[in-house]
T-cell receptor
Framework: GENVEQHPSTLSVQEGDSAVIKCTYS??????FPWYKQELGKGPQLIID?????GEKKDQRIAVTLNKTAKHFSLHITETQPEDSAVYFC???????????????FGSGTQLTVLP | DVKVTQSSRYLVKRTGEKVFLECVQD?????MFWYRQDPGLGLRLIYF???????EKGDIPEGYSVSREKKERFSLILESASTNQTSMYLC????????????FGPGTRLTVT
């Protein structure tokens, strides 16, 4: 099955700096890569995703890049703010276009702390 | 507003007890999922369901069972709780066709003593 590795496990940055979280996956058939943000006391929430036919996607201060050849993808947060402090999870999946349920395989998570 | 609720935020049970964790979603989603979250291991899928009375094993189904009698409700059952099942349990739901966009509940912190 799919295996997703995520680094680093913890990351501290100064407010205003950029943060980068990296993930690698093992299954070359995976074609969908979402990122979830989990704030303290809450469940994870989808913040951005990318599909295998796209190399980069941006949404305001966050962006995700994908390198299918190397089987890795990254989350980039620019101009970090204290409210960006949370645990971030990457995930990978295949056959997202199917109508039936499919599994997401999650990475181990990154605790991001933005220091004021 | 999308909502997934879980019956308890914190639960303490004794070894050998039967434990029920309940999850309810109000979005008319077809798919529902149970994960456990442990430090350094991320989210691991226990079971999922894509329709009423349908279930499929995830990556770590051993020691767990599930029930889905109604579309909005998905229950996780620990037949005989053990200390290694102490964990955070997260329920999620998604719509068929957008299974990847999962909406999570706040989680239940289960401690088995």
């Amino acid at each position: 099955g799919e295996n997703v590795e995520q680094h680093p496990s913890t990351l501290s940055v100064q407010e205003g700096d950029s943060a980068v979280i990296k993930c690698t996956y093992s299954d070359s058939a995976s074609n969908y890569f979402p990122w979830y943000k989990q704030e303290l006391g809450k469940g994870p929430q989808l913040i951005i995703d990318i599909r295998s036919n796209v190399g980069e996607k941006k949404d305001q201060r966050i962006a995700v890049t994908l390198n299918k050849t190397a089987k890795h993808f990254s989350l980039h947060i620019t101009e970090t703010q204290p409210e960006d402090s949370a645990v971030y999870f990457c995930a990978a999946s295949r056959d997202f276009s199917s109508g039936s349920a499919r599994q997401l395989t999650f990475g181990s998570g990154t605790q991001l702390t933005v220091l004021p | 507003d999308v909502k997934v609720t879980q019956s308890s935020r914190y639960l303490v049970k004794r070894t050998g007890e039967k434990v029920f964790l309940e999850c309810v979603q109000d979005m008319d989603h077809e798919n529902m999922f149970w994960y456990r979250q442990d430090p350094g291991l991320g989210l691991r899928l226990i079971y999922f369901s894509y329709d009423v009375k349908m279930k499929e094993k995830g990556d770590i189904p051993e020691g767990y069972s599930v029930s889905r009698e109604k579309k909005e409700r998905f229950s996780l059952i620990l037949e005989s709780a053990s200390t290694n099942q102490t964990s955070m349990y997260l329920c999620a739901s998604s719509k068929t066709g957008k299974y990847y966009e999962q909406y999570f509940g706040p989680g239940t912190r289960l401690t088995v003593t």
